[in-house]
Every structure is written in C-alpha cells, then in structure tokens.
C-alpha cells in the first residue's frame, strides 16, 4: 500500500515558541488523517483528527492543517511546554477491505523542547 | 477518554519459551482490536487485526502460527509470541476500536517490552 511519511525526524524547540510537525502522504484516495503523540516507553495517544473535508481544525493548543493539493498535513503546537516532548505520528485510516479500516503510521518526529 | 490496558508491562523471557500478552478494553466493548509492534526509534508496524469471535487477518510477513491471536470477548484479546528468540524483542502494543466506522477512534494500550535472551 501507500505510505504516510515525514519530512522532520527531529525537532528541537525553545519553550514557548509554537511547534510545527509536517506529515506528507502519497494516497490521493486518504480522507482522515490523525496525530498521535507517543512518550518513551508508552503507547500512542489521541491528539486531533481531522476528515478531508476540512482543512483546518482546532483543539486545545493544537491545530491540524490539511492540504489535499499537495498531499500534506501538519500539527501545529501552541506555546510548546515540556510535557509536550514526545515523538509525533501522523496516521492514515486506510480501507483494508471488507469495509474495514486500519491505520498506517508515518515514521514520527520527536519533538525535543529546551527550558 | 476510553481506556485500553495490556499485562505485563514488561516480560523477559528465555530463548525458546513462549509469552502471552493480554489486551483489555476496560470501558467498551471492543469491536476490533489491533496488535502492533514497534522497534526502537521505529514506528509501529500493524501485525494483526482482529474480530471478536473471529480468526485474526495478519499482515504480509507476519507468521500466524508464531504470534497467535485469540480475541475471544469484546473486551479481550491475547497475543501469545510462540518459541520466542532475541529476535522477537520488542514493544508490542494493542488497540481497541469500538465501532465499525472510519471515524471511530483507536485507543491505543501501554504496550509491552519483550526482551528475548
């Protein structure tokens, strides 16, 4: 199948400042996309999703923006703080038949936020 | 938000000895429950997915008869690494999904390390 990947694998930031993880995918087909946020040693969590029908959708210190055009996502992370370090993955819920769905993940970025 | 979790946390084992590994969906019932596993500074890679009551459908270069998957309820599934070797060491983690939908989120375990010696 296609893939979901990343162009950063790592991103250093100053607390504070706004972080921006870019995914690209290569499925012209992919309609929801979601970010996940992983610590060391624990599994993913829930961040944001968002549908191809938006382009842009908003939560709590996070923003996810789509561009079909370009097949490209990014998460965006207000007033990064140090909790927010962590490795990054975009995933892709893909049809894998029979109307089921699973995820493909992109390789991840670790994000790293100075004091 | 819902809560998945898996046991044990972590497991090391001997060359040749086979690990179970349970995945709980605590507060829903688990339509579907997925079982990845990740390499350090990897990304996760799907194994299996499974259907309660259901045979598991693997994925192209996953061995059935060495990861066996058994989700006999809707809220647990179990992945035993039969014969284990150093080579099986890893992060395995579990996902549960409510519903059928597209949309429907994935809740994501813990996961487990496995350390084979």
């Known amino acids: 199948g296609e893939s979901v990947g990343l162009h950063l694998p790592t991103l250093s930031v100053q607390e504070g400042d706004n972080s921006i993880i870019n995914c690209a995918y290569s499925?012209?087909?992919?309609?929801?996309f979601i970010w996940y946020k992983q610590e060391s040693g624990k599994g993913p969590q829930f961040i944001i999703d968002i549908r191809s029908n938006m382009d842009k959708r908003q939560g709590q210190r996070v923003t996810v923006l789509l561009n079909k055009t370009v097949k490209h996502l990014s998460l965006q992370i207000a007033a990064t703080q140090p909790g927010d370090s962590a490795v990054y993955f975009c995933a892709e819920n893909e049809d894998s038949g029979a109307g089921s769905y699973q995820l493909t993940f992109g390789k991840g970025t670790k994000l790293s936020v100075i004091p | 938000g819902a809560v998945v979790s898996q046991h044990p946390s972590r497991v090391i084992c001997k060359s040749g000895t086979s690990v179970k590994i349970e995945c709980r969906s605590l507060d829903f019932q688990a339509t579907t429950m997925f079982w990845y596993r990740q390499f350090p500074k990897q990304s996760l890679m799907l194994m299996a997915t499974?259907?309660?009551?259901?045979?598991?459908?693997?994925e192209q270069g996953v061995e059935k008869d060495k990861f066996l998957i058994n989700h006999a309820s809707l809220t647990l599934s179990t992945l035993t690494v039969t014969s284990a070797h150093p080579e099986d060491s890893s992060f395995y983690i579990c996902?549960?999904?409510?519903?059928?939908?597209?949309?429907?989120?994935?809740?994501f375990g813990p996961g487990t390390r496995l350390t084979v010696l």
């Open positions: 499974s259907n309660e009551g259901s045979k598991a459908t693997y």
């Open positions: 499925n012209s087909a992919s309609d929801y």
């Open positions: 996902s549960a999904r409510e519903g059928g939908k597209r949309t429907d989120t994935q809740y």
